[in-house]
């Protein structure tokens, strides 16, 4: 069984900088990719960096030179650094797994970006 478990979330204001941790533990693979995905209300999930065990990496164009995505494989943790946080960036985030095709999230955590 694969677990994952988010931390960091939280209320900033614009401008500021949180850091998201996601441990996963269990029976997981060397190779794999995990991510941050994001959920706004009234709004579809969407992709917001993945990295590969390897250290590819992936930033959507509306985080890019903001959000930076880092991963210990020693530790199964990957972690999500936001600077210039706005309110645009307000969603619940939540941790992805892909672990040899099957996908595991975490639970979500709250970011509300507002002054």
């Known amino acids: 069984q694969v677990q994952l478990v988010e931390s960091g979330g939280g209320l900033v204001q614009p401008g500021g900088s949180l850091r998201l941790s996601c441990a996963a533990s269990?029976?997981?693979?060397?190779?794999?990719?995990m991510g941050w995905y994001r959920q706004a209300p009234g709004k579809v999930r969407e992709l917001v960096a993945s990295?590969?065990?390897?250290?590819?990496?992936y930033h959507a164009d509306s985080v890019k030179g903001r959000f930076t995505i880092t991963r210990d494989n020693g530790k199964n943790t990957v972690y999500l650094q936001m600077n210039m946080l706005q309110p645009e960036d307000t969603a619940v985030y939540y941790c992805?797994?892909?672990?040899?095709?099957?996908?595991?999230w975490g639970q979500g955590t709250q970011i509300t970006v507002s002054s």
């Open positions: 992805m797994l892909d672990n040899r095709g099957r996908t595991y």
């Open positions: 269990g029976s997981i693979f060397s190779i794999n990719v």
């Open positions: 990295i590969h065990s390897t250290g590819w990496t």
